[in-house]
């Protein structure tokens, strides 16, 4: 099981540094998290993230920023920054994503 998985992130891995392009790019998502991960490939939901150190990427979330943040949060723990393309969360965006209730009913 161990062998199958780790067979499956790497193809993840590949996929995501050698995959050919679009007519649009996609948009690149990076998270900081407050720890490290355990594992350099983190699958969240149906969204595969290469961590290095506490710094994580992906290029194929499939929602919006706010919940791709919510999702990895629940996940992975804290996340100290989180930027999506151009966009980088505020302090009241990374306090929602973490699970403060309060910020996110001001959210919406």
Do not use: Y
Request: net charge neutral.
């Amino acid at each position: 099981m161990k062998h199958t998985l780790s067979l499956f992130a790497s193809a993840i891995m590949a996929a995501m540094l050698f995959g050919a392009t679009t007519a649009h790019a996609a948009s690149v998502i990076t998270a900081q998290l407050a720890e490290a991960p355990a594992e350099r490939v983190q699958i969240v939901r149906d969204t595969a993230w290469v961590c290095n150190g506490e710094t994580c990427t992906t290029e194929n979330a499939r929602s919006n920023a706010r919940h791709e943040c919510l999702r990895f949060a629940r996940e992975l723990g804290t996340v100290t920054a989180f930027t999506s393309g151009d966009r980088s969360f505020d302090a009241a965006e990374l306090a929602a994503c973490n699970g403060n209730p309060s910020e996110q009913r001001a959210q919406r």
